[in-house]
Each structure stands twice: as C-alpha cells, then as structure tokens.
C-alpha cells in the first residue's frame, strides 16, 4: 500500500517542478521515499546572493509598502528635509541680524559686517575638511557628529553676552549648517542620481524658496518676541529635522541595493539588457571618477571658479544690506519683504527649469555652456537692484534675483559630479562651496566700504555687474 502513495506523491511533485523527463521512470517501494528528498533537495529556492549585505530597516519597510516604487523617493524627502535645517546658516538669515546686534552691543554697520564675513571666511577653510569627511566616512555620519556641535552654537548665540559669543554663533551657523549638514544633502543627492541630476537637484530650489520664507516668518518673530526668543524656536525646529533626515538618507544608492537614478536591479521598469547597460555606465562612470588632483588640472575647473565667485559677491553683499539698499532710494521695510517674496516663488520654478534644462543636454560640454545663463542673470540683477525706487521695480528685482539664485543652485551644485565624478565628489565640492563663501563674505564688506566712500552703494553695485559679465566670455570659449 505504501508504493502508490509514495509513486503518487513523486508524480505530483515532478508535475508541480515540470520536469516530463522523469516521468517515464516509476519508483521502487525501496527507494520512493529517496527519490522524493532528490527532488525536493533540486527544486529552486530563492537565496540572497553571497556577499550582498542585508537592506536597511527602513529601506526594507520601504519596498514591502511601496513594491512599485524605489527609494530615491524618500532619499529626495530626506535630503530636502535635511538641508532646511542649515536655514540658520543661509546668509539671508545671518543678515537679520545686523540691525539688532548694532543696537544691542553698540557697534558700527562695519564691525556687524565684520562679523558676518569672519562666519564666511573661517568656513570657506573649514569646508575643505568637511568635504574630505563625507569622501571617507560618509555623508550620514558626519551629520551625526555635527548635529550637536550645531546645536550648542546656537544656545551660545541665544545666551550671548558679548560679541566673541555672537561670533561663535554666526562661525557654527554657517559651518555646521550650510557648509556640512547642507553639503551632506546636496553630495548625496549627487550621487544618489546620474542621468536625472539635474532634476533631482532641482528639488533643492523648494528648500531655498521655504528658507527665504522662514526668514521672513523668523525676521517677524524677531520683532514680537526678540532674537534670542526667536533663535531658540529655530533651534528646537532646526534639530527636529536633522533627526528626520537621518532617519531616511543613506549615503550611495548601492546602499539601499539600488543603481543610480533609483534603478532597482531585477525590476520590470527596464529590461535585463537596459538594467545591464545602466550598471556598466554606472560603473564606468565610478572608475572615471577625478581625483582631487586631475579635476584641478583641466581648465574647465578654473572657469567655474571665476564664473561661481563674482556673483556670490553681488548676492552677499545684497542679502546683508538689502535693507539700507532699499532705504537709499526711499523704501521702507516693506519692500524687503516684498522683494524675498517674490525670490523665494521664482527661485524655486527657476531651479526646476535649469534642472530640466541641464539634464535634457545630451554632452557635459552642452550642460557646462548651459550654465552662461548664471552670470547673465546675475548681472541683470545688480544692475537693477541700483535702481530700486518703487515697489514695482523691487518685485522686478525680486524676480531677476530669484531666477538667478535658482539658476545657481542647481548649475552650481550639479555640473562639478557632472564633470568629475562621484568617488572624491565630497572634497571637490569643498572648493566651489568656499568660492561661494568667500565671495558672500567678500561683499558685505565692499557694499559697505562703497557706501562709506561714495556715500551710495552704487558704484559697488555697477562695479560687480562688469565683472559678473565678464565670466560670459570665459564660458563661451571654455576648452570641452
């Protein structure tokens, strides 16, 4: 009685596997149960290849609610989350607070000015160190090391009581928020996306139009309940959105067991031979990765210093003496406002259209003149900003600076992984964030020396222009 059961569980079994070649063999009594454990010791079972590491909690979490869908998603959300939390740094942000410490330590517009671009230049030498951490240890952690250290800055700016407090507090606004915690964001992005960078940097234009909106709620909270009030407010928000980026960001796509650009290997989106091809450009475009050394010898590299340093100036300088640029000409406050406004909308729609723009040239010598609109803009700009004697004309700056700042944030952040790579993208980076930085600091300090000398920001305004234009040319003839 035992060989027909045993026969009909083989048969079912080789029926379920789909095997007809052994179908012609029928089993022994002796041997039935033998050739039943062979079979199920040949069948398949899904094994995870050798040598891949286990997926994050929240990347398995992820793909078990959201199997149609991979994690490039919440990566952007994470990114975006976690560069508003270095609004603090943001030069528009330091400036607020200019006023307010000339009247409370009895200082001249130049000694807060002072202030100002000390933050900027001590940075623009730390970010080099900085940019070196996330190449060796990664974006992530060097985001926890820092979130305490920022947070302890800016309890040392609430509790200030002199200026070499206040001073501590602008260095570790700008050094822990924009040049880490926000470099953080923007080189993982960078090497999360490849033939979408553009667009995926794009995003980040969402975070500066609800910065420069967060100014202006903090600039209003500053006038009802004080500085220091409002700064321990942006703190406890500034570290509750730390702690959400880090929930989410992982540092390369390989980690989250994705290609670049969120490919999911394996996945019905592209065919086996389209996933193949992705992973070999993925990896080729790895191995062709600069070194510090190489990037800094091509020509190209030297340009774009150039191109990315005189209109930092002209944006600096502007940002910290907006105000008094607006009273020159016979505005009031009301204007600022206006003019932040209409920065913070068109900043963001330009950053998704230079996104678009970059990603749909087909060459990075096509992306690399593509970015000649940055100087034009920026020029048009200053130009304007001179001229500044309605409120018309200030939201018509408001539009050309916003589309400007737009421009630049995307073109500045997204050509360097473009035409470098990704492996040292950290410490290549580094440099064009301190040529940033040094031209932001650089500009409060000549507005400011101009209004002194000539009695009218003017001629500095005019004189930025010039050299702003004068990158035009530069880029036009750049070697390919």
């Known amino acids: 009685m035992t060989v027909p059961r045993d026969e009909a569980a083989l048969m079912a079994h080789r029926k379920l596997q789909e095997e007809p070649e052994g179908r012609d063999g029928a089993p022994s009594s002796g041997n039935g149960g033998g050739d039943v454990e062979a079979g199920e010791a040949a069948a398949p079972r899904p094994v995870q290849p050798a040598g891949q590491p286990r997926l994050p909690w929240n990347v398995r979490t992820f793909n078990r609610l959201f199997p149609n869908h991979t994690y490039a998603v919440p990566l952007l959300f994470g990114c975006i989350i976690t560069s508003m939390s270095a609004t603090p740094g943001q030069s528009f942000f330091l400036g607020l607070y200019t006023e307010r410490m000339m ?16 933050a900027f230049v001590s ?12 190449d060796r240890f990664g974006a992530t952690r060097v985001i926890q ?19 070499w407090m206040v001073q501590y507090g602008y260095v570790s606004n700008r050094v822990l928020g924009v040049e880490t915690i926000d470099l953080c964001s923007r080189v993982t992005i960078n090497k999360w996306f490849a033939r979408k960078r553009g667009r995926a ?43 959400i980026g880090l929930s989410i960001i992982h540092n390369a796509p390989e980690d989250a067991g994705l290609a670049p650009d969120g490919v999911r290997p394996g996945s019905g989106g592209d065919t086996p031979a389209a996933q193949a091809a992705a992973a070999k450009a993925a990896k080729a475009a790895e191995d062709e990765s600069f070194t510090f050394r190489e990037a800094f010898s091509t020509p190209q590299a030297w340009v774009l210093i150039w191109v ?3 209109p930092t ?5 502007m940002n910290v003496h907006l105000v008094s640029i607006c009273a020159e000409q016979g505005l009031g406050p009301s204007a600022v406002s206006v003019v932040y406004l209409a920065v913070g909308v068109v900043g963001t729609l330009s950053s998704i259209g230079m996104g678009v723009v970059i990603d749909r040239c087909i060459s990075n010598d096509a992306k690399a003149r593509a970015i000649t609109i940055v100087p034009l803009l920026s020029a048009c700009s200053l130009l304007l900003s001179s001229l500044i004697n309605s409120l018309v004309v200030a939201v018509l700056f408001g539009v050309l ?5 737009g421009a ?11 035409l470098y790579g990704r492996r040292n993208l950290g410490s290549i980076q580094a440099v064009y964030q301190a040529v940033g930085i040094l031209g932001v600091a650089a500009g409060p300090l000549l507005m400011s020396k101009a209004r002194e000398e000539f009695s009218s920001f003017g001629p500095a305004l005019l004189g930025t222009a010039c050299l702003v234009l004068s990158s035009v040319p530069l880029i036009a003839t750049m070697p390919a």
Do not use: D, H, K
């Open 145 to 163: 090391v820092s979130l305490p250290l920022f947070m302890a800055g800016l309890a040392c700016l609430v509790t200030a009581t002199n200026l």
């Open 123 to 134: 940075s623009a030498v730390i970010v080099q160190f900085v940019g070196r951490f996330i």
């Open 313 to 317: 100036i002209g944006w600096g300088g």
């Open 103 to 118: 009247e409370e330590f009895s200082i001249s517009g130049t000694q807060a000015a002072g202030l100002f671009s000390v």
């Open 408 to 418: 630049y944030q995307v073109a500045g952040f997204s050509m360097i992984a473009t």
């Open 201 to 243: 940097m794009s995003l980040l234009g969402f975070v500066l139009g609800g910065q420069i909106l967060c100014s202006g709620v903090f600039n209003s909270l500053m006038v009802e309940y004080g500085w220091r009030q409002a700064t321990a407010l942006v703190a406890v928000t500034s570290c509750a959105e730390i702690l």
């Open 401 to 405: 600076t916003g589309l400007f700042v």
């Open 308 to 310: 990315f340093f005189w």
